[in-house]
Protein backbone atom coordinates (compact mmCIF):
# COMPACT_ATOMS: atom_id res chain seq x y z
CA UNK A 1 0.00 0.00 0.00
CA UNK A 2 1.42 3.31 -0.66
CA UNK A 3 2.08 6.04 1.63
CA UNK A 4 -0.79 8.87 -0.04
CA UNK A 5 -3.82 5.42 0.02
CA UNK A 6 -2.75 4.62 3.70
CA UNK A 7 -3.33 8.28 4.77
CA UNK A 8 -6.53 8.86 2.51
CA UNK A 9 -7.51 5.96 4.41
CA UNK A 10 -6.75 6.76 7.91
CA UNK A 11 -8.13 10.00 7.35
CA UNK A 12 -11.91 8.83 6.16
CA UNK A 13 -11.68 6.09 9.29
CA UNK A 14 -11.22 8.99 11.38
CA UNK A 15 -13.70 11.42 10.02
CA UNK A 16 -16.39 8.28 10.16
CA UNK A 17 -17.37 8.68 13.45
CA UNK A 18 -17.77 12.33 13.19
CA UNK A 19 -19.60 11.62 10.29
CA UNK A 20 -22.02 8.87 12.16
CA UNK A 21 -22.64 11.61 14.97
CA UNK A 22 -23.34 14.38 12.90
CA UNK A 23 -26.09 12.30 11.00
CA UNK A 24 -27.34 11.62 14.54
CA UNK A 25 -27.39 14.87 16.09
CA UNK A 26 -31.00 15.33 15.08
CA UNK A 27 -33.12 14.43 17.91
CA UNK A 28 -35.59 11.61 18.22
CA UNK A 29 -38.78 12.91 18.61
CA UNK A 30 -41.47 10.85 20.64
CA UNK A 31 -45.23 10.59 19.93
CA UNK A 32 -47.76 8.93 22.39
CA UNK A 33 -50.97 7.69 21.39
CA UNK A 34 -53.33 7.05 23.65
CA UNK A 35 -56.48 5.46 22.25
CA UNK A 36 -60.04 3.73 23.48
CA UNK A 37 -60.37 0.64 21.83
CA UNK A 38 -58.33 -3.05 22.00
CA UNK A 39 -55.12 -3.28 19.33
CA UNK A 40 -57.47 -5.23 17.19
CA UNK A 41 -60.28 -2.75 16.52
CA UNK A 42 -60.37 -2.37 12.53
CA UNK A 43 -61.56 1.13 12.36
CA UNK A 44 -58.84 2.71 14.80
CA UNK A 45 -56.04 0.38 12.96
CA UNK A 46 -57.25 2.00 10.12
CA UNK A 47 -57.00 5.31 11.86
CA UNK A 48 -53.52 4.94 12.98
CA UNK A 49 -52.08 2.74 9.37
CA UNK A 50 -53.66 6.37 8.24
CA UNK A 51 -51.67 8.00 10.18
CA UNK A 52 -48.46 6.43 9.97
CA UNK A 53 -48.51 7.38 6.31
CA UNK A 54 -49.01 10.52 6.44
CA UNK A 55 -45.97 10.91 8.84
CA UNK A 56 -44.04 9.41 6.45
CA UNK A 57 -45.23 11.46 3.55
CA UNK A 58 -43.94 14.14 5.84
CA UNK A 59 -40.25 12.83 6.29
CA UNK A 60 -40.74 11.36 10.03
CA UNK A 61 -39.40 7.72 9.84
CA UNK A 62 -39.60 5.60 12.73
CA UNK A 63 -36.27 4.93 14.33
CA UNK A 64 -35.22 7.46 12.36
CA UNK A 65 -36.51 10.55 13.30
CA UNK A 66 -39.65 9.68 15.37
CA UNK A 67 -40.35 7.14 18.09
CA UNK A 68 -44.03 6.18 18.56
CA UNK A 69 -45.61 4.91 21.74
CA UNK A 70 -48.94 3.68 21.50
CA UNK A 71 -51.48 2.48 24.49
CA UNK A 72 -54.23 0.33 23.45
CA UNK A 73 -56.71 1.29 26.36
CA UNK A 74 -59.82 -0.15 25.32
CA UNK A 75 -63.19 0.97 27.28
CA UNK A 76 -62.03 0.56 30.28
CA UNK A 77 -62.16 4.16 32.40
CA UNK A 78 -59.07 2.61 34.83
CA UNK A 79 -56.95 1.58 31.82
CA UNK A 80 -57.47 5.05 29.89
CA UNK A 81 -56.00 6.56 33.26
CA UNK A 82 -53.08 4.20 33.91
CA UNK A 83 -51.99 4.43 29.98
CA UNK A 84 -52.71 8.21 30.28
CA UNK A 85 -49.89 8.19 33.17
CA UNK A 86 -47.49 5.93 31.67
CA UNK A 87 -47.64 8.59 28.87
CA UNK A 88 -47.04 11.39 30.47
CA UNK A 89 -44.38 10.19 32.35
CA UNK A 90 -42.47 9.18 29.19
CA UNK A 91 -42.49 12.98 28.84
CA UNK A 92 -43.33 13.02 24.46
CA UNK A 93 -42.81 15.67 21.96
CA UNK A 94 -46.94 15.44 21.51
CA UNK A 95 -49.64 12.86 22.58
CA UNK A 96 -52.09 12.30 20.33
CA UNK A 97 -55.68 11.30 22.49
CA UNK A 98 -58.86 10.21 20.68
CA UNK A 99 -62.31 10.92 22.84
CA UNK A 100 -63.29 12.66 25.63
CA UNK A 101 -62.04 9.88 27.98
CA UNK A 102 -58.38 9.69 26.81
CA UNK A 103 -57.89 13.74 26.65
CA UNK A 104 -59.33 14.24 30.22
CA UNK A 105 -57.66 11.19 31.77
CA UNK A 106 -54.27 13.19 30.07
CA UNK A 107 -54.92 16.56 31.66
CA UNK A 108 -55.28 14.95 35.08
CA UNK A 109 -52.08 13.82 34.51
CA UNK A 110 -50.41 16.41 32.67
CA UNK A 111 -50.62 20.04 31.52
CA UNK A 112 -47.64 20.36 29.53
CA UNK A 113 -47.52 17.90 27.35
CA UNK A 114 -49.57 19.32 24.17
CA UNK A 115 -51.86 17.09 23.43
CA UNK A 116 -53.96 16.87 20.00
CA UNK A 117 -57.29 14.87 19.83
CA UNK A 118 -58.56 13.94 16.54
CA UNK A 119 -62.47 13.94 17.89
CA UNK A 120 -64.04 15.55 20.52
CA UNK A 121 -67.92 16.35 20.96
CA UNK A 122 -67.90 19.81 22.92
CA UNK A 123 -64.40 20.71 23.80
CA UNK A 124 -65.42 23.77 25.11
CA UNK A 125 -68.12 22.45 27.02
CA UNK A 126 -65.87 19.65 28.36
CA UNK A 127 -63.43 22.35 29.25
CA UNK A 128 -60.55 20.93 27.37
CA UNK A 129 -59.84 24.39 25.35
CA UNK A 130 -61.10 27.92 26.07
CA UNK A 131 -62.39 28.58 22.62
CA UNK A 132 -62.39 26.59 19.15
CA UNK A 133 -60.39 29.72 17.77
CA UNK A 134 -58.23 30.26 20.81
CA UNK A 135 -57.83 26.90 22.58
CA UNK A 136 -55.34 28.15 25.52
CA UNK A 137 -53.61 25.43 27.71
CA UNK A 138 -51.81 22.42 26.34
CA UNK A 139 -54.79 21.03 24.49
CA UNK A 140 -56.18 21.57 21.06
CA UNK A 141 -57.76 19.46 18.14
CA UNK A 142 -61.01 19.09 15.94
CA UNK A 143 -64.67 19.41 16.90
CA UNK A 144 -67.10 16.96 15.30
CA UNK A 145 -69.10 19.89 14.36
CA UNK A 146 -69.67 23.58 15.05
CA UNK A 147 -71.61 24.04 17.99
CA UNK A 148 -73.33 26.98 16.92
CA UNK A 149 -74.70 25.85 13.49
CA UNK A 150 -76.26 22.99 15.52
CA UNK A 151 -79.08 25.20 17.81
CA UNK A 152 -76.86 25.27 20.63
CA UNK A 153 -74.87 28.28 20.01
CA UNK A 154 -75.71 31.90 19.27
CA UNK A 155 -78.72 32.63 17.61
CA UNK A 156 -79.06 35.13 14.33
CA UNK A 157 -82.42 37.27 14.66
CA UNK A 158 -84.38 38.19 11.65
CA UNK A 159 -84.17 41.90 12.58
CA UNK A 160 -80.51 41.81 12.67
CA UNK A 161 -80.39 40.14 9.37
CA UNK A 162 -80.63 42.92 6.68
CA UNK A 163 -81.52 42.08 3.03
Known sequence: MRRREFITLMGGAA???????AEQSEPIRRIGVLLPASA????????IGAFLQALGLSGWIIGRNVRIDTRWAGANADAIRRHAAELAALAPDVILAHGNAAVGALLQVTRTVP?????SGDPV??????SLAHPGG???GFSQFEFNLSGNGPRCSSRSRRA
Open 138 to 140: NVT
Open 125 to 130: ATGFVD
Open 15 to 21: AWPLTAQ
Open 40 to 47: DDSQFSTW
Open 115 to 119: IVFPV
